[in-house]
Each structure stands twice: as C-alpha cells, then as structure tokens.
C-alpha cells in the first residue's frame, strides 16, 4: 500500500506531463489509480473491459470543448456496505486527477506564456492520494452504508468528468433499486495546511453538517472553518446540482497554484496526513450513522459567484478561502502585472473594503466583483501589518 507522499509523487511526476485528459500521462495516472482501487479489493463499476486498457474501473467519457474533443475517463471502485438495508445508501468520497498538461496560451495556467510541464502536485495529486489512501482503510474496514471511491478526469475543463458521471448515476450500481447517495465528500487541494486550517465547505446542504464538521477535530489540533455554499470551482457541485449533500475538502492555495511550479517536493505532506485523518472521521460517521442526511439548497443564502460563470471583473489575486481572517479577505497572491498589483496590493493585504463596501469573506468580494466594470476606477482598503492603506485599482479586462 503506498503512502500519501508516494501516490502524490507518481502522480506529479514529470513523467506524466501533467495529466492532460486524453494523452499518455493521464492515461497512466488512471492506471495507478485503477491499480491501486484494484489492491485494495474494490469493486470495478464497469463491469466489462474496455478498450483504454486491461482494467475495468474506468467509465469512459467524451470530454468536449470549443477547441476540441478528448476521450478521457473517470475512475471508479465500490466497496458494499455491511448492513443489508443501509448498504444501498451511497456515500462518495472524489477528487479529480486531470491537470493543465503544459499549460501555454489559453490554458487556465497562471503562466500562459511559459510552456512547461504542470505536475498539479497540490491540485490535485493530494486530493488523489487521500481517495486511494481512504479506499485501502475502508475496504479493510467497511462501514455499514456502501462507498464509491472515484477520481473524475477533465475538471479543469469545466467539471466535465463529474457531471458526466452524475448525468445517469444509478446506472453503474449493477441494477440494485432503491440506490440513494446521502453523501458527496470532494477533496481538492490538501497539500498546504496552514497554521492548523483548513476549510469544509458545503456544511449549508444538510442541516446537521455543521455541527458534524465541528466535532471532527475535538481531538486534533486544528482549525476548521466552514463554507456554507454546496457551489464551488470543484466536483462536489456536480452533485449538489442533483440534491445531494455535499463536504469540499481543501486547504489554502499557494503561488505555485496552476504555474509549473506546483510540484510533490512543495507539498507540507504531515498537514496531509492530518487532513486525511479528518476525512476519514468524516466518512465514517457518514457511513456508519443511523440517520441520513435531508438535503437543503444553499442557491438562495449563499450563491457563490464561482458557480455562475465568468466573473465581470478580475483584480488578478487568488483570495484566502479558509474565512480564518476576521478583519476581512486575505489577498493570498497578488499576480504581479495584474491590476490588483499594479494599483499597490501585495500577498498578504487583508482587504477591508472596495468602494467603501466591506468585504467580509470570499462571497461577499465575488459579489462586489460582479457590480463593477472594466475600465471602472476602483477604491480599495487594505490593512498591511499595523497599517491600513487604500489604493486604487484599475481592472483593465476580465482575464
């Protein structure tokens, strides 16, 4: 059984060139995973070999965008619950496995000019590692609800793995009736604790997730903090689409997020390992409670602009989305040439207001984002260690 650190090391290798859906590299990353699903003792979903190779955990898929057409593939094993009736409850435990490949000129990589390979260590060979890792633990140690263990291809391009598979769920479960999914746990990006948190978001979709989350850490020394939204830039939104709960697992991001430079030798691996055992509480409890989880939409309270297409405006910052900051949003990078960095801000500014509206978290800066306009001179307010500056800022185009 490999380590957390040896799934993310193969997986970020330079050998696989990044993982872009339909080439070589990610073929071969689905094939560890298929393997490992296979060591485990999981049970293939597809139940007929196809033709991308000798496994039958792969349920392929037509990745299609306006450029071009990929055949890429999710990745899937099932482990049956031990109680006869709650065994045909679901709860899914995912993270996607495709990155940027090389990254270049229309590509989501924050360097478009450098064409280099993009290992996608932290996003999401982690969130990889925790899934094969969870599904060794649980096929020793099955619960009483049934498990899918699954790494979606092609969620850099738009989800496109995930809702592929949500479109006909049901299907795949080898005809058994009455199959409910009580569950989604989503993992993206774990490779940076920071400080001792991270972030659980979804705990909006079922009444009783919050106070869930809160008592999963009682005993550990960290620091959780809570999103309610079910959407969000990650496969977990798939599902909450189709009125399931959902738990979007990550911690915060770092420069190196989708550059060349995010790479297995930057990720804080013991953080890892505490963040799996987290998941693991997390799935267990959802496997083994005696009560499901009644559904509760979020669109209403909490809508996230990540969810609703492209933002009107960009300052070009990747902001904090763990909410630990109570004086407002941490500006996590400032991207250097960008307006946010051309106007003054640097990595680090905790920004308090834009246009004297407070911004209190992520959701409230997005919203704002979506009144401006480019070409629109914008005043924001940052406290810098002790000091509060404004600066202005001036969004030239929406990239």
Known sequence: MPTPKDIVYFLASDSLKGRFPGTKGCNEAAAYIAQNFKD?????????????????????????TPKANYQTQNVAGFIRGTDTKLAKEIIVIGAHYDHLGMGGVGSPSRKPDTLAIHNGADDNSSGCASVISLAYKFAKHPTKRSMLFITFGAEEMGLIGSKAFTKDMNKYLFGQDSIYYMAMVNVDMIGHLRNGWFSIDGTGTSPVS?????????????????????????????????????????????????????DADKLYYPGM?????????????????SDRLEFTSTEDNMKSSRSHGKLKVKLGLMPDVTGICKEGMIADIVVKGKPAYEGGLRNGDII????????????VYMDILNTLEIGQ???????????????????????
């Not at 308090?352 to 959701?363: A, E, L, W």
């Not at 914008?378 to 929406?398: A, H, Q, Y």
Request: aromatic share 10%; proline share 7%; no cysteine.
């Open 40 to 64: 485990a003792g999981l049970i293939p979903l597809n139940m007929k070999v196809d033709s991308l190779s000798n496994f039958s955990y792969f349920l392929p898929f037509l990745a299609e």
């Open 210 to 262: 919050p106070s869930l989350v809160k008592h999963l850490v009682d005993s550990l020394d960290l620091h959780i903090t809570q999103g309610s939204s079910g959407y969000g830039p990650s496969d977990h939104t798939s599902f909450y689409l189709k009125n399931i709960p959902v738990f979007f697992v990550h911690t915060p991001a770092k420069e190196d997020y989708h550059t060349p430079f995010d």
């Open 273 to 289: 390992d505490s963040v799996i055992l987290v998941i693991d509480k997390l799935v267990e409890n959802l496997g083994n409670r």
């Open 352 to 363: 308090q207001s834009i246009n004297n509206r407070p911004v209190k978290d992520v959701y």
């Open 377 to 399: 001179l914008i005043t924001v307010k940052v406290r810098r260690g002790k000091e509060d500056l404004i600066f202005s800022v001036l969004p030239k185009e929406n990239k």
